[in-house]
């Protein structure tokens, strides 16, 4: 069975920076993209960033030139490093991967951790 585990979230002011790590575990064969999503209670769930296998990234524009996306292959684990946060980051944020394991090729969730901006 696979899991994604995420840590890092919590509060901050406005300017400040947080880091979020998502650990994948389990049957892992391999994994493909892996991304982070923000979901704000009654909104929809966005995309923020993701990676591929090869490292390409992609970002939506509101965290261009503030986020950063990097993942180590061999811990399979995803990173977010978030600086310049705005009020507006203020979301749950959620760890997405396409994973290879024994049984299937699927894609999993973490439980979401929550990131909050004061300002």
């Known amino acids: 069975q696979v899991q994604l585990v995420e840590s890092g979230g919590g509060l901050v002011q406005a300017g400040g920076s947080l880091r979020l790590s998502c650990a994948a575990s389990g049957s892992i064969v391999s994994i493909n993209y892996m991304g982070w999503y923000r979901q704000v209670s009654g909104n929809e769930r966005e995309l923020v960033a993701i990676?591929?296998?090869?490292?390409?990234?992609n970002y939506r524009d509101s965290a261009k030139g503030r986020f950063t996306i990097s993942r180590d292959n061999a811990k399979n684990t995803v990173y977010l490093q978030m600086n310049s946060l705005k009020p507006e980051d203020t979301a749950v944020y959620y760890c997405?991967?396409?994973?290879?394991?024994?049984?299937?090729?699927?894609?999993?969730w973490g439980q979401g951790t929550q990131v909050t901006v004061s300002s």
């Open positions: 997405n991967a396409e994973i290879l394991s024994r049984m299937s090729l699927a894609d999993y």
């Open positions: 990676i591929g296998a090869g490292s390409n990234t």
